[in-house]
């Protein structure tokens, strides 16, 4: 190892002084530091590949590195402040004492909040196939963050070809943090990816107000490698809430920055509130 402090202060210093007429050896230019920088872009809001960014880094610099914000939201850039898997932090500082406002709550114990969310796909026929069960494991593994669970048929129906006990298709549940990073990556990069998305229906909320929808192609998420991938499947999502209502629901998904179309004339029971009226033929 070159003991190059050892160096300037013996060699360096003086050299200095004479090259640049110097009289005083504290006005000889030193380093004062050395900031080494990674940006992640996308990757960030993976926890795998920010672990292993930190891990490289701290090889590299010999310190644990610290993990750097976005300052500002740029669409161009799929950028979005604060953000880095730091969705959770965002909701305890900032969306908390938003949804209190508008739910006229007093205590921020009943503020709903996402408890978990449930990734199911179905396979079908295909789950008596080893290699295509693979690879749905697989993929889910990669959209998930960790190792799904192979469902089973409970009911043996003979229209849907389906036996008792059989395979039915994969299963993930995430908590905590792989919770909000999936939220993260969900909003920010993979709903974008959809064709012609225009957004998410406003009525997936169920009567335990959990909501739920569809995704057509599983490859809207990057971490699924396209061209590995031997069928596109669908994808259902379901985000369980501690909402004792659908309006705190819908608040809580529109603070988290979820695409929600809203539509003021439709009533909790899916009826029209427009009044209609019958005109009498002449």
């Known amino acids: 190892m070159a003991r190059l ?65 976005f300052k500002k939201s740029i669409s161009n850039f799929k950028t ?21 406002g508008k739910l006229s709550l007093k205590n921020k114990h009943d503020v709903p909040k996402v408890e978990k969310i449930i990734l199911n796909m179905g396979l079908g026929e295909d789950g008596l196939d080893g290699k295509k069960l693979k690879a749905c494991i697989d993929d889910m593994a990669l959209i998930s963050g960790q190792k799904p669970i192979i469902t089973k048929f409970k009911k043996s129906i003979s229209n849907f070809k389906t036996r008792k006990g059989s395979n039915a298709g994969v299963k993930v549940t995430l908590r905590a943090q ?16 959809i064709k ?63 695409p929600l179309i809203e539509k003021k004339n439709w009533g909790e029971n899916g009826k029209n509130k427009c009044s209609t009226k019958k005109f009498k033929k002449n």
Do not use: W
């Open 196 to 258: 012609d998305f225009r957004g998410l229906s406003s009525k997936g909320i169920d009567n335990s107000n959990n909501y739920s929808f569809g995704i057509k192609e599983h490859i809207v998420f990057p971490e699924v490698n396209f061209d590995k991938v031997d069928k596109i499947r669908g994808l259902d999502v379901t985000i369980v809430t501690s909402s004792k209502n659908k309006q705190g629901t819908l608040e809580l998904l529109k603070e988290f920055n979820f």
């Open 80 to 100: 979005r402040k604060g953000s880095n898997a730091g969705i959770k932090v965002t909701y305890e500082k900032e969306i908390i004492s938003k949804l209190m």
């Open 178 to 193: 792989k919770m909000y990073e999936f939220i993260d990556r969900l909003v920010n990069i993979a709903l974008p990816r």
């Open 5 to 69: 402090k050892t160096t300037y202060n013996k060699e360096i210093v003086s050299k200095l002084m004479s090259k640049l007429s110097l009289k005083n050896k504290h006005d000889v230019p030193k380093i004062s530091k050395i900031i080494l920088n990674m940006g992640l872009g996308e990757d960030a809001s993976d926890g795998k590949k920010l672990k292993a960014c930190t891990d490289d880094m701290s090889l590299i610099a010999g310190q644990k590195p610290v993990v750097t914000k």
